[in-house]
């Protein structure tokens, strides 16, 4: 049976994700810090072990991999987002750099030994369509996920010769907790669920890159390569005025 550790577990699409990879016949843990619902949520699958556990305290993510591993997946979801201009967002960029970007490596840095001893298995992130550049109202949230970006684009070559997979998961708006926040419309918005099945669709195919929906992938994609007078001038015509 394989088995399967994610992060950001007690709702959103890390529940979703557990349920489902229960689905599929994987043993999952599940990591999250707030214990009632994580718990609520082992009780509804065959089996899943909760573990209350904040991705920022490393030595915590160590110890939950330590008593319940070894994993054939492991994935790094836990995640969290603030709208903030960047000349006064420093406070909730580093809050968001610790949970997206550290909470992803801490879990990375606990999981990886026993994989490349075992030559297998994979690690994915979730990080975000918005890491594809820079968005105004956004920047800290962006710089993070970018750097998940840049860190499993790294990993994923270095660690193939294990014959272990890396996957970097770029989702659109998806209905959850942090995006019940925004007060604007937001494009292409997908529900958990379906944005679950695509992720693990993604990652038991060993997909490099998973990113959805198409339309929003294509248009941010497109935003890479503009030039950046073009980029500014229209982002700054559509910009959110302070």
Same mark, same amino acid.
């Given at each position: 049976?394989?088995?399967?550790?994610?992060?950001?577990?007690?709702?959103?699409?890390?529940?979703?994700?557990?349920?489902?990879?229960?689905?599929?016949?994987?043993?999952?843990?599940?990591?999250?810090?707030?214990?009632?619902?994580?718990?609520?949520?082992?009780?509804?699958?065959?089996?899943?072990? *909760?573990?209350?556990?904040?991705?920022?305290?490393?030595?915590?993510?160590?110890?939950?991999?330590?008593?319940?591993?070894?994993?054939?997946? /492991?994935?790094?979801?836990?995640?969290?987002?603030?709208?903030?201009?960047?000349?006064?967002?420093? *406070?909730? *960029?580093?809050?968001?750099?610790?949970?997206?970007?550290?909470?992803?490596?801490?879990?990375?840095?606990?999981?990886?030994?026993?994989?490349?001893?075992?030559?297998?298995?994979?690690?994915?992130?979730?990080?975000?369509?918005?890491?594809?550049?820079?968005?105004?109202?956004?920047?800290?949230?962006?710089?993070?996920?970018?750097?998940?970006?840049?860190?499993?684009?790294?990993?994923?070559?270095?660690?193939?010769?294990?014959?272990?997979?890396?996957?970097?998961?770029?989702?659109?708006?998806?209905?959850?907790?942090?995006?019940?926040?925004?007060?604007?419309?937001?494009?292409?918005?997908?529900?958990?669920?379906? /944005?679950?099945?695509?992720?693990?669709?993604?990652?038991?195919?060993?997909?490099?890159?998973?990113?959805?929906?198409?339309?929003?992938?294509?248009?941010?994609?497109?935003?890479?390569?503009?030039?950046?007078?073009?980029?500014?001038?229209?982002?700054?015509? *559509?910009?959110?005025?302070?």
């Amino acid at each position: 049976m394989k088995r399967a550790i994610i992060t950001g577990a007690s709702s959103g699409i890390g529940a979703e994700m557990a349920r489902e990879f229960a689905r599929r016949g994987y043993e999952v843990v599940l990591l999250a810090r707030r214990a009632d619902l994580l718990d609520q949520l082992a009780k509804e699958l065959p089996r899943a072990t *909760a573990i209350a556990c904040d991705v920022t305290d490393s030595e915590a993510v160590h110890d939950a991999v330590a008593r319940s591993g070894p994993f054939d997946v /492991a994935i790094a979801n836990a995640g969290v987002g603030v709208t903030a201009w960047a000349a006064k967002s420093v *406070a909730d *960029a580093e809050v968001m750099m610790r949970v997206n970007y550290f909470g992803m490596l801490y879990l990375f840095d606990a999981v990886m030994p026993s994989m490349m001893e075992r030559r297998s298995g994979q690690f994915a992130g979730v990080a975000s369509i918005a890491g594809l550049r820079g968005l105004p109202t956004s920047a800290g949230y962006s710089a993070s996920k970018a750097a998940m970006q840049v860190f499993l684009e790294a990993a994923r070559v270095e660690l193939k010769s294990f014959n272990i997979r890396v996957t970097t998961v770029n989702p659109g708006f998806i209905v959850t907790a942090m995006t019940e926040k925004n007060k604007f419309k937001m494009p292409f918005l997908m529900k958990a669920d379906r /944005a679950a099945r695509i992720i693990v669709d993604g990652v038991e195919r060993g997909k490099r890159v998973v990113e959805f929906p198409l339309p929003m992938s294509m248009a941010m994609r497109f935003a890479r390569i503009v030039p950046s007078w073009m980029y500014d001038r229209v982002l700054g015509a *559509a910009r959110i005025r302070e």
